[in-house]
């Protein structure tokens, strides 16, 4: 009867834990399905929210790196959303196409160029690794 019982509370406590995990955030803000809060997916993206005061503001988002996203709208004076933008590249005859990020991060701090490796030039040489001319 022990063992059952132990058994038991092993297992509710796991349970609760790995549905701990996939709680959505209480931010009234976030769109229904959303597992972060926005501070950590605006700093994933090196966003902030802009300066002016901002109306019906809704977000969804991911800041891990593999599936890393961010949907978010507001509104806001036409002078506030165009200075954000282009505070941020973008183009504002085509404001739906923000600039690409010349690579991407790993562990949010080492930036990874798309055709440069992973790894410093010490390892291609120590492991003998061949690169493909085409990609660097």
């Known amino acids: 009867m022990r063992t059952r019982l132990t058994a038991a509370a092993v297992g509710a406590a796991l349970a ?3 549905t701990g995990c996939a709680f959505e955030v209480s931010d009234p ?3 229904p399905g959303t597992y972060e ?3 950590p997916v605006l700093d994933s993206f090196r966003l902030t929210l802009p300066s002016c005061e901002v109306a019906d503001l ?3 988002g991911r800041s891990k790196e593999w ?3 961010l ?3 507001f509104e806001a004076p036409t002078a506030c959303v165009e200075s954000y933008l282009t505070a ?3 183009d504002l005859a085509h404001p739906r196409h923000w600039p690409d990020e010349p690579g991407f991060t790993v ?3 080492q930036v990874l160029s798309p055709t440069a490796p992973p790894f410093p030039d010490e390892a291609v040489e120590k492991f003998g690794l061949k690169l493909d001319p085409r990609r660097t």
């Open 16 to 18: 609760l834990t790995l």
């Open 29 to 31: 803000r976030a769109y």
């Open 37 to 39: 809060d926005l501070d």
């Open 58 to 60: 809704r977000y969804t």
């Open 67 to 69: 599936g890393r996203h």
């Open 71 to 73: 949907y978010l709208r």
């Open 88 to 90: 941020h590249g973008v």
């Open 107 to 109: 562990d949010g701090e």
